[in-house]
């Protein structure tokens, strides 16, 4: 009975306090799970009806500076195949996903030095010239305000930046010492003070996570009040110091992305490829759960395999059209249907 009442009172309020979402987590059951689902479907249906929208992914460079102890790109791991796209290829990837009906390319990369400000810059404005109804996201990781404010004055209108845990002593657990959670949130203040539809999220199962943390991450996420959150279960891969640490579960990122459809009911949630990894019905689960968004990959098929975050990433032998059609078969077969809409978020 509590644990109905608590999620009468999140679904009613849109929030919780600390003790009682860390309640609501540590007691959570198949069947409570099944009654958050519901309150959740209920909400991303008034606000987004059955629409599931689609986000066509480039990884334009596998390049990066930074050594996240969890990520298979990480610049210490000399076994991964580095590529960079040249903007003829980026543009190439948006006239496929143009045709297949994509109104938002999110041009995702590690933080490479190589892609300067100006060239960033031009990349967006150009996409922005040839596909002026069709929104553009960024995720290519920490930079200046000003470098921010480039991009968004180029066109950029949408950027994911994952804070990845906010919990401080855990962050120092996921990251080197040069990175700091103080600058992540920092950067993510500074692009939403910008004007951007930020995103941010974190991995569900990550090493060191306790269910503090969690609270701790739900608490900012409701604090932060973004326009999207990307969560999806913490994959292992072979090459990084987490090698043979478990995989977060399936069973634990549906249930938070339920709590985060009703504490922020409006915003956009997607159903990753990392659920989609773990599960063979993982996001059409996760869009049961109260996803309202999936980011299929527009990358061309030969460099697919060599962006690798995790092992065992779906989809890396298909090309963009058949992603597209299975989604969108995945998608109808639970009563969803995925639109060619730029998707915005709808609630600020
Ligand atoms: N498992 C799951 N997700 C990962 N990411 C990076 N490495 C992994 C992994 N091993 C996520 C991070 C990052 C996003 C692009 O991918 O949260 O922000
Ligand atoms: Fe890529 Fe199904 S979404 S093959």
């Keep these: 009975m509590i644990m109905i009442n608590l999620i009468d009172k999140l679904s009613r309020e849109n929030n919780l306090t600390r003790d009682e979402l860390h309640f609501l987590i540590e007691n959570r059951t ?5 009654y958050l689902f519901e309150k959740a479907r209920q909400a991303r249906i008034q606000n987004y009806g059955y629409d599931v929208y689609m986000r066509g992914l480039i990884e334009f460079t596998n390049y990066c500076k930074n050594d996240c102890y969890y990520c298979g790109i990480r610049k210490s791991n000399r076994n991964a195949d580095r590529y960079r796209l040249t903007k003829e290829q980026i543009l190439h990837c948006c006239a496929v996903g143009y045709e297949l009906g994509f109104r938002t390319f999110v041009l995702q990369g590690g933080e490479d030095g190589y892609y300067r400000d100006d060239i960033i810059a031009d990349i967006v404005s150009t996409i922005k010239t040839n596909y002026p ?4 996201t960024l995720s290519i990781g920490e930079r200046s305000y000003e470098s921010y404010k480039l991009f968004f004055e180029a066109g950029a209108e949408r950027y994911l930046l994952r804070h ?3 919990n401080l002593e ?3 657990k996921l990251h080197p010492s040069n990175l700091s959670l103080e600058n992540r949130k920092q950067c993510l203040y500074n692009l939403k003070e910008i004007g951007y539809q930020v ?3 974190f991995m569900v199962g990550s090493p060191f996570q306790t269910i503090d943390c969690i609270v701790e991450d739900l608490l900012f996420i409701k604090e932060f009040r973004p326009h999207m959150v990307g969560i999806g279960p913490f994959i292992p891969h072979k090459d990084t110091p987490f090698e043979g640490k478990p995989a977060g579960t399936l069973e634990l990122t549906l249930f938070l992305l339920g709590i985060i459809r009703l504490l922020l009911p409006g915003s956009l949630i997607p159903a990753t490829t990392a659920l989609g990894t773990i599960h063979p019905r993982g996001r059409e689960l996760g869009i049961l759960a109260g996803a309202n968004v999936v980011m299929p990959n527009l990358s ?3 460099v697919r395999k060599k962006y690798m975050l995790y092992d065992n990433k779906i989809c890396t032998g298909d090309e963009a059209a058949e992603c597209r059609m299975c989604l969108q078969r995945r998608i109808e ?5 995925l639109v060619v809409s730029r998707g915005d978020c709808k609630y600020i």
């Design 300 to 302: 061309p098929a030969d």
């Design 170 to 172: 855990h962050y120092s």
């Design 333 to 337: 077969s639970i009563g969803y249907r």
């Design 164 to 166: 990845e845990t906010a």
């Design 199 to 201: 995103g941010c999220g």
């Design 30 to 34: 198949k069947e409570t799970a099944e």
């Design 133 to 136: 109804d069709c929104a553009i």
